[in-house]
Nanobody
Framework: QVQLVESGGGLVQAGGSLRLSCVASGRAVASMGWFRQAPGKEREFVAAINENSDSIAYTGSLKGRFTISRDIAKNTVYLQIVSLKPEDTAVYYC?????????????????WGQGTQVTVSS
């Protein structure tokens, strides 16, 4: 069984930055990623990365401000967000998948964290 625990969320002013972390316990998973869900909106794919960090996927509109990375030794995936905007306000979920390549489809991810709230004030 895999458990994912996110941290690093909080309240930040527009233009600021955050780094979200997610530690996987139990065993390693092939791909890890991040989704987010804003109030009243559907869950949205943000980014995902494979085990070797040589295959990365982003939602096109977020690429450039969002950077995903992974530390295999620490079984941790990170999401660095810069130039935060109020529309980035959402609950950010860490995910894990047995697929060898990252995918934007939520049903490909078997493991989900509880989520961490990111709130961006204008």
């Amino acid at each position: 069984q895999v458990q994912l625990v996110e941290s690093g969320g909080g309240l930040v002013q527009a233009g600021g930055s955050l780094r979200l972390s997610c530690v996987a316990s139990g065993r390693a998973v092939a791909s890890m990623g991040w989704f987010r869900q804003a109030p009243g909106k559907e869950r949205e794919f943000v980014a995902a990365i494979n085990e070797n960090s040589d295959s990365i996927a982003y939602t096109g509109s977020l690429k450039g401000r969002f950077t995903i990375s992974r530390d295999i030794a620490k079984n941790t995936v990170y999401l660095q967000i810069v130039s935060l905007k109020p529309e980035d306000t959402a609950v950010y979920y860490c995910t894990g998948s047995e697929r060898l390549t990252p995918t934007p489809r939520p049903f490909d991810y078997r493991y989900w964290g509880q989520g961490t709230q990111v709130t961006v004030s204008s």
